[in-house]
């Protein structure tokens, strides 16, 4: 019987919410130190990070299996932990990435949790927040802007070649149509006429330059070592060489600072940065994971997708630019993707199955093998659905404790922290434990080939990669360029450990193609383009945006 439960946004929208000044009062920050967007909202002052802190916290990284289209409730989880820990009594902090508007109106919804394990406001977090994607999407396309003006004018004119720029242009939105256009038609005053196309701003380089800078200094070096293309001599050409760092710089000021919320049961979170993780490095800032360690005992923070792709990224990408190392992993499972990994069609997602749940849980069993490989047992947690069997928890629980591993089943969605409880109680335990040492995948000394076929074989199972002939003229230019040092940030499909999106379960017998590269030299890494990724996503059939609503007193409604 599927139970009733108010939509998450009813749920959000009929909870209590406090002051921001009194959630910023429970980690010690005083008032005049919080900039305020209205009575439940505040960004945080650099100057509350303390390094020495940092290094005493506990940092939590909650990550999932390859997920069904609609998402299996990594968030949820992660916010459910936090509530649970500051449940048994623990002095707990989530920090979180901000929501992007494509999911928010295409298909997945947003990224503020669900059920009683939610951030609020709700409504705020979903739609604009506090400007932080704005800022990015002004700083990218500033650049874009800058680098059309030198190839107009006579008298600076760095000899930029047009058909050599590889920087694009960003929107937050779903819109396939811009992927790739035509721009400065209409005549001389309309500028040169090239071919251009724009990312979501999730995959834009500024956004994985905020998420990986150290304070306003770095992040202003990092964008003036963005490379923009070449010129006819074939020489790079970089952002700093246009002047652009420092405006880009100045409209990204206050998106620096990270985002003070609040949970449904009152708890600090943090929120900051928004890069997805199939086409981006899907992490939260380093700032923010330092500010919530500089003010929590544990902090409970979370990367996108699957563990193939944001756990990867975070340990191999974040851990390595930040000096941090997680102390706990916790990997979310549902009883759903398990069937659907094991063959289940949609309309049987909700039905139980053990011979498909036993097939399925091939996939989470490659994932847990992949966190054990950087020294981590992780905890699993089984995030609770209403059409769970019995049955198939337990054999769940039980192939998991043949693996050493623990599962939990989780009941955050219904239940808030009370329901997260058990989960927190066993990554403690964990934690207090001291089994678990970091250490990363692969040396950033290797050669850009051996770190991709690495995580290809290592951490997808793959028999190897094949190389484009457009890739291979590319690696010559990371090597010429000396990119060919930095760590890589593969651009996958979330829904498969390979690069096919049908190949569901834990594929095996095959191959990862790289069909393309492009370099982030100031994020400071280089990315694999992996078969048909697209760095802008379209919309559905049906968008979300078609249900949602806004009454003639504000109330909003559609939003998930």
Not at 37 to 55: C, H, M, Q, R, Y
Not at 62 to 73: D, F, K, M, R, S
Not at 229 to 237: E, M
Not at 347 to 354: E, G, H, R, V
Request: with cysteine; aromatic share 6%.
């Amino acid at each position: 019987m599927i139970p009733t439960i108010p939509s998450d946004l009813e749920i959000a929208q009929s909870a209590p919410i406090k002051h921001i000044k009194e959630i910023a009062a429970r980690l010690q920050i005083l008032p005049d130190d919080l900039h305020y967007f209205g009575k439940t909202k505040a960004k945080l002052p650099l100057s509350l990070i303390n390094e020495e802190k940092v290094k005493q916290s506990k940092l939590i990284l909650v990550t999932a299996i390859n997920p069904t289209p609609a998402g299996e409730g990594k968030t949820t989880v992660a916010i459910g932990l936090a509530d649970g820990l500051n449940k048994i009594g623990k002095n707990a902090i989530a920090v979180l990435r901000e929501p992007s508007l494509g999911p928010v109106f295409g298909m997945k919804g947003g990224a503020a949790g669900g059920g009683y394990a939610q951030v609020i406001p709700m409504e705020d977090i979903n739609l604009h927040f506090t400007g932080d994607f704005a800022a990015v999407e002004k700083a990218n396309n500033l650049l874009s802007a800058l680098i059309d003006n030198n190839l107009q004018s006579k008298t600076r004119s760095l000899n930029i070649d047009p058909r050599t720029i590889v920087w694009k242009r960003v929107m937050d939105m779903n819109d396939r149509a811009l992927r790739q256009i035509v721009i400065g038609l209409g005549g001389a005053a309309n500028g040169i006429p090239r071919e251009d196309g724009f990312n979501i701003t999730p995959a834009s380089e500024v956004m994985a330059i905020l998420c990986l800078s150290k304070d306003l200094e770095d992040l202003k070096n990092r964008l003036g070592n963005i490379l923009i293309g070449f010129t006819y001599d074939k020489k790079p050409v970089f952002a700093r060489q246009l002047n652009a760092q420092g405006a880009m710089a100045l409209l990204l000021k206050d998106a620096i600072k990270p985002n003070l919320v609040q949970t449904l049961e009152g708890n600090p979170a943090i929120l900051h940065g928004g890069p997805f993780a199939n086409i981006a490095q899907g992490t939260n800032t380093i700032i923010a994971t330092k500010m919530g360690l500089s003010l929590a005992d544990y902090v409970v923070t979370e990367a996108g997708f699957g563990a193939d792709l944001g756990a990867e990224k975070f340990m191999n990408i974040k851990c390595g630019y930040a000096g941090l190392a997680p102390h706990a992993i916790v990997l979310v499972a549902t009883i759903r993707a398990l069937r659907h990994h094991g063959g289940a069609k949609k309309d049987q997602y909700n039905t139980p199955d053990m011979v498909k749940v036993a097939l399925g849980f091939e996939n989470l069993q490659k994932h847990i093998e992949n966190c054990l490989k950087y020294g981590i047992a992780p905890v699993v947690a089984i995030n609770h659905f209403y059409s769970d069997s019995e049955e198939e928890v337990q054999y769940v629980k039980d192939r998991c404790a043949q693996m050493g591993v623990r599962a939990v089943l989780t009941q955050c969605f219904a239940h808030g922290g009370q329901g997260s409880a058990a989960l927190a109680e066993a990554v403690t335990a964990a934690i207090n434990s001291n089994k678990n040492k970091f250490k990363p995948l692969y040396d950033w000394n290797l050669s850009i080939e051996e770190k991709i076929i690495t995580i290809a074989t290592q951490i997808y199972g793959a028999d190897g990669v094949e190389f484009s002939a457009q890739a291979h003229t590319q690696l010559k230019i990371i090597n010429s360029l000396g990119f060919d040092r930095l760590p890589v940030c593969m651009a996958k499909t979330q829904k498969s450990f390979s690069d096919d999106e049908t190949k569901v379960g834990r594929p095996r017998n095959f191959v990862v193609h790289v069909r393309e590269f492009e370099f982030a030299a100031g994020a400071g890494f280089v990315i694999p383009i992996l078969g048909e990724m697209m760095r802008m996503p379209g919309l559905p059939a049906v968008p979300a945006a078609e249900i949602m609503d806004i009454d003639k007193d504000g109330k909003i409604t559609g939003l998930s």
